[in-house]
């Protein structure tokens, strides 16, 4: 386990099943502020355990605690009422947006401010349009999901998830479909806005760049379990065959 000080999130022998594939006994912790990140061969569990940890999938056994919340899935399964306040404090933005089609983007964005805060519909306008500001998107603000680029639709749901004010932002494969400097610039923008709330990052992906830059740990997930855990510095300059090999394999 790693150091008790300042943990955010904590999993304890947590396993879970999406379909014919099993991941666990997950053992992790995340500090406050802290970014880690997560890497592995394809269908070595890396999206399957950002939805357990957001509570998509719900964990079969093992201990979830994060903020306040303390789930025992050896006792009981949480309430729909727990899970969707449990992921206003982790928030997972997946390959695919899930934006509201009808909504536009503002409208989107706005949607889970409603849920979680007393501002007024002005207040809550300004906040989302903030976010989006801040993401370089408030351009894209009146039209519709399908009217926008996917870059521009992935920003946007991360504006959304950001919204809820998370302490933990779990981001599966966020740079898919961009080029190397607008995934720079986009995993920029994400980091000084969850620099600012205090927010603890965990990120998938398969590119080395931004595992070097955004990160300060790293896991290998093998067969859906943790394989190795490293300082991102000793991943990359330790294991120069290994890491070079698994990246190029996912």
């Known amino acids: 386990m790693e150091g008790q000080s300042s943990v955010l999130l904590s999993a304890e022998q947590i396993r879970g099943t999406v379909g014919a594939f099993s991941v666990g006994p997950i053992d992790l912790q995340l500090s406050v502020g802290e970014r880690l990140g997560v890497v592995g061969p394809s269908g070595s569990g890396k999206t399957t355990l950002l939805r357990l940890l957001s509570l998509f999938v719900l964990p079969e056994n093992g201990r979830l605690i994060a903020n306040s919340f303390v789930f025992d899935f050896r006792d009981r399964k949480p309430s729909e009422g727990e899970i969707c306040t449990y992921r206003r404090v982790v928030s997972i933005v997946s390959q695919q ?25 002005r207040g809550r306008r300004e906040k989302a349009m903030s976010l989006l500001e801040v993401l370089e998107i408030p351009h894209i603000a009146a039209r519709k999901p399908w009217q926008v680029s996917g870059g521009e639709a992935r920003r946007a749901a991360v504006a959304r998830s950001l919204a809820v004010e998370p302490k933990v932002m779990l981001l599966d494969e966020v740079e898919t479909g961009l080029d190397r400097d607008n995934a720079i610039r986009q995993m920029n923008l994400i980091t000084r806005v969850c620099n600012r709330a205090g927010a603890s990052i965990v990120i998938v992906t398969h590119n080395p760049w931004l595992l070097q830059s955004f990160t300060d740990r790293i896991i290998e997930l ?18 120069h065959d290994m890491h070079d090999n698994l990246l190029n394999t996912i």
């Open 222 to 239: 093998r067969n859906g379990t943790i394989f190795t855990r490293s300082s991102t510095a000793d991943f990359f300059s330790e294991r």
């Open 97 to 121: 947006t899930h934006l509201w089609p009808h909504f536009t983007i503002l409208e989107n964005v706005e949607f889970g401010i409603k849920h979680v805060t007393d501002l007024s519909k």
